[in-house]
């Protein structure tokens, strides 16, 4: 009997950790649960990944941002980096107790911002004060997902919150699809502007080409002299060239991530100072992409066909092609550099 006894308190022991539900044995060792596992701690989930950011207004990428979730889920962190060399960093994370998000900003310019605010009709809303470089009273963040990432929109108010002005208007894309999808457009945003730049060359107008040219553009002619963005600009607004005809053909767009080159035939055909003129040339322009947009930093161009003997050394939209023995001891950084690229063989993003 006593050993008896002592073999059903071992079988009990062995047992007793589990119980039988429906004949199938469970298991009812207490598991720790996740302190950040509700849904409220992921309502913001939707930011989460790998983005290029892009200027609404302008249509021009303006950083990159990566969105991460650290401390086991409990927040989202930040990373911010502006195509200009800014940027900054923040964490986001679920107040429980008080129930809202709340979000903390330190940019590289030492603007701080600390805003919060709840997920309503699937948007979520922040506000709050800010200290740093612009300081208004207080600023709102709004993020909402689209289809296509998420739209991120900033307003500032200088009243405490009573009046808000438009700051800032943003649009997240996913750094995966933008590779996919983003040179194609790239390529046909160049185009249009290549596009704007010789019907504004037509008709002299120094507004829209002042627009267009960065400050370090060079005009290159087939003697080697070199025109200034500045030089480009009088000479349109003075009127001494007139055109009847400024188009181009047989264009074509290569993408080298923020640097895109146009190459087109070009017929130019109207009256300068000198008399008439009548050309065909084949052209390049160079596009660099700036925080602000696209620029036109550098174009060549070699004459195909003249009607007049001695033609006119300089073109408004384009550059006759130096030789490689060419000296060019007043570029800049950038524009030897730009040459190096063109001189290359360049691989062509279809």
């Not at 900054?88 to 107790?97: N, Q, R």
């Not at 922040?126 to 998420?150: C, F, I, Y």
Request: aromatic share 10%; charged share 25%; hydrophobic share 35%.
């Amino acid at each position: 009997m006593q050993q008896s006894f002592w073999w059903r308190m071992l079988l009990l022991a062995v047992l007793l950790p589990q119980v039988v539900i429906n004949g199938t044995a469970q298991n009812i060792t207490p598991t720790a649960q996740e302190p950040c596992s509700g849904s409220a701690w992921h309502a913001f989930d939707f930011w989460l990944g790998s983005w290029v950011v892009m200027d609404v207004t302008s249509g021009s990428k303006i950083a990159q941002a990566r969105i991460e979730p650290v401390s086991h889920g409990c927040a989202l962190r930040e990373e911010y980096r502006s195509t200009d060399g800014g940027g900054g960093e923040s964490l986001s994370s679920w107040d429980a107790k008080r129930g809202v998000w709340r979000q903390y900003w330190v940019s590289t310019s030492g603007a701080i911002v600390s805003i919060k605010g709840k997920l309503h009709n699937g948007a979520m809303t922040l506000s709050g004060a800010e200290q740093g470089t612009h300081s208004p009273d207080m600023v709102r963040g709004t993020w909402k997902p689209k289809s296509n990432g998420v739209r991120e929109t900033g307003e500032r108010s200088w009243d405490g919150g009573r009046t808000w002005e438009p700051w800032f208007d943003l649009e997240f894309r996913r750094a995966e699809a933008v590779s996919e999808n983003g040179i194609a457009e790239d390529r046909q945003t160049v185009a249009n502007l290549d596009e704007l730049y010789q019907a504004a060359v037509k008709i002299n107008d120094s507004a829209i080409m002042g627009r267009l040219l960065d400050d370090d553009f060079v005009l290159v002619t087939d003697s080697g002299k070199i025109y200034t963005r500045a030089q480009l600009l009088a000479e349109a607004s003075s009127g001494h060239v007139h055109y009847e005809h400024q188009e181009d053909t047989n264009r074509t767009v290569r993408i080298w991530g923020d640097t895109a080159v146009v190459t087109a035939s070009l017929w130019e055909k109207g009256s300068d100072t000198e008399g008439p003129f009548d050309k065909k040339i084949w052209f390049s322009g160079t596009y660099v992409r700036r925080p602000e947009g696209w620029k036109y930093v550098f174009g060549q161009s070699s004459l195909l066909e003249a009607s007049r003997q001695g033609e006119r050394d300089q073109s408004a939209g384009v550059c006759l092609l130096p030789t490689a023995q060419s000296a060019f001891p007043g570029r800049s950084n950038l524009q030897n550099a730009l040459w190096r690229v063109w001189t290359k063989s360049p691989h062509e993003n279809d």
